[in-house]
């Protein structure tokens, strides 16, 4: 039985869909038609039926699926003790961090690692899920969560702490601090939702200008004077354009995470090492203790 077969039945298995199934693993659909009916041919049986839901699982396929999910993990769990007895310090780190996190505050931290440890190369993937770190789609997650998983490693950097953004040009024009004042947030991504945080605000007395899901965009749309905005310190403390106009308020945890089984590999150890050298400095940022807030009346 080939191995990178029975991973295409559990791909089809989870997914109930091949070309779901080609996504998630990167290869043709053609590859996943072509594997599921050689595996079949090869254990005499049909494993799936076609169905106006997608494909599920015969009775067959149900007993298979135990035996493959077992047959992954306990690879997996080898190829996790293998790799954490490396002792060079050389290969490959794979970080899945947010894109948002990784532009605005982990990219400099990245990049000097790199140089300090040259055999080292460092993979970013950029997404908000949480990786299964135990099947090695990477090696460390960054997130930004209150409730880490309790089977990972996790190392506390700080508190994402958040205030109210906006141009000096906008500010003196506008005078969102003024009762009657016409300026506008910039919106975010849920029109139909009024967030907590808005009433806790200087400017709760103010409309809102568009919807934007992506914070990246509402920053740009914030520096492009189209109003203010609430956004992360470790965003808005480092804008140029941006001034102050809140004390930062608390928001979610940043967490580094590791898998048990890597703790040992020399790469991984260095990484989190640097990183951990460097979290003073990180959760400076985080909390909003390198910017300062300014009255509108000062700007």
């Given at each position: 039985m080939n191995w990178d077969d029975l991973k295409i039945f559990l791909a089809v298995a989870e997914a109930t869909s091949m070309r779901a199934a080609a996504k998630q693993l990167k290869v043709s659909h053609s590859k996943v038609s072509r594997r599921i009916e050689s595996l079949e041919a090869d254990m005499g049986v049909k494993l799936f039926d076609r169905t106006p839901d997608g494909y599920r699982l015969t009775k067959s396929g149900e007993e298979l699926l135990p035996i493959a999910l077992q047959t992954d993990d306990r690879l997996h769990a080898?190829?996790?003790?293998?790799?954490?007895?490396?002792?060079?310090?050389e290969g490959q780190v794979c970080v899945t961090i947010p894109d948002v996190v990784a532009i605005n505050l982990f990219i400099p931290y990245f990049l000097d690692f790199m140089t300090e440890n040259p055999g080292i190369q460092i993979k970013v993937s950029d997404s908000t899920e949480?990786?299964?770190?135990?099947?090695?789609?990477?090696?460390?997650?960054?997130?930004m969560t209150n409730k880490p998983p309790e089977h990972l490693i996790g190392r506390f950097l700080g508190n994402t702490y958040q205030a109210v953004y906006g141009t000096?040009?906008?500010?003196?024009?506008?005078r969102p601090d003024l009762p009657a004042s016409s300026a506008r947030w910039v919106g975010w991504g849920m029109p139909e939702k009024r967030p907590e945080w808005l009433d806790k605000s200087p400017f709760p007395h103010l409309e809102v200008m568009g919807h934007f899901n992506n914070i990246l965009i509402q920053v740009e749309v914030t520096r492009r004077g189209g109003g203010i905005g609430r956004f992360p310190c470790f965003i808005g403390d480092h804008c140029p354009e941006l001034v102050r106009l809140s004390d930062p308020l608390p928001s979610l945890d940043v967490w580094?995470?590791?898998?048990?089984?890597?703790?040992?590999?020399?790469?991984m150890r260095a990484f989190r090492q640097f990183i951990i050298r460097h979290s003073p400095d990180i959760k400076a940022r985080l909390e909003g203790k390198t910017g300062e807030t300014v009255?509108?009346?000062d700007v």
């Open positions: 080898f190829g996790r003790s293998v790799r954490g007895r490396d002792n060079v310090l949480m990786f299964d770190l135990s099947r090695r789609e990477a090696d460390v997650a960054i997130r000096r040009a906008y500010i003196r024009e506008y580094l995470l590791s898998h048990r089984d890597l703790r040992a590999a020399a790469r009255a509108c009346s």
